[in-house]
T-cell receptor, first 112, second 108 residues
């Protein structure tokens, strides 16, 4: 099944913990992204990687660190989680940059 | 700076009525414009893009550079059109900028 997949789908954790979200795409795309969707459904880019290299790094706290071990994977590690980090995180991929992006199902992170 | 404005947070229409989801953008160059849709419990997916000038699921969107708009239209709404709709803009190699989204609710 060709798609963008994310794990876990739901993540509930306490403040101060460190957690990771994984993303994999088997579409053969060269560019991957992380987006944050807040409680008001506003979607904002966090990071973008092209061929394993960071090309976009929006204003995101440095507690968030993306890692791309290969073109098909882009993981997001979050240190010292805060209440405000609660959101849905979407991974996406595309072949090139000014083209359609394919989104993962999202990871709902709840920080208590 | 690039900006995408979707003035309506929620739009409710009756089944069979025409639908227009508004999108205005601010960018002085030649942007690439998209409409993405998120159905309940499904992932975000591309609905259409201005460059392809096609109709998907009965929806069309025309880029109006004079009014800097890219409104999404459908002549007859269906219940299955109920979803969250996002207008998005991209230019050059800058990231995709999304509007805040409009929730369309089609009432039977």
């Amino acid at each position: 099944d060709t798609a963008v997949s994310q794990t876990p789908k739901y993540l509930v954790t306490q403040m101060g913990n460190d957690k990771s979200i994984k993303c994999e795409q088997n579409l053969g795309h060269d560019t991957m992204y992380w987006y944050k969707q807040d409680s008001k459904k506003f979607l904002k880019i966090m990071f973008s990687y092209n061929n394993k290299e960071l090309i976009i790094n929006e204003t995101v706290p440095n507690r968030f660190s993306p890692k791309s071990p290969d073109k098909a994977h882009l993981n997001l590690h979050i240190n010292s989680l805060e209440l405000g980090d609660s959101a849905v995180y979407f991974c996406a991929s595309s072949q090139g940059q000014r083209v359609e992006q394919y989104f993962g199902p999202g990871t709902r992170l709840t920080v208590t | 700076a690039q900006r995408v404005t979707q003035p309506e947070k929620l739009l409710s229409v009756f089944k069979g009525a025409p639908v227009e989801l508004k999108c205005n953008y601010s960018y002085s160059g030649s942007p690439e414009l998209f409409w993405y849709v998120q159905y309940s419990r499904q992932r975000l997916q591309l609905l259409l893009r201005h460059i392809s000038r096609e109709s998907i699921k009965g929806f069309t969107a025309d880029l109006n550079k004079g009014e800097t708009s890219f409104h999404l239209k459908k002549p007859f709404a269906q219940e299955e059109d109920s979803a969250m709709y996002y207008c998005a803009l991209q230019s050059g190699n800058t990231p995709l900028v999304f509007g805040k989204g409009t929730r369309l609710s089609v009432i039977a």
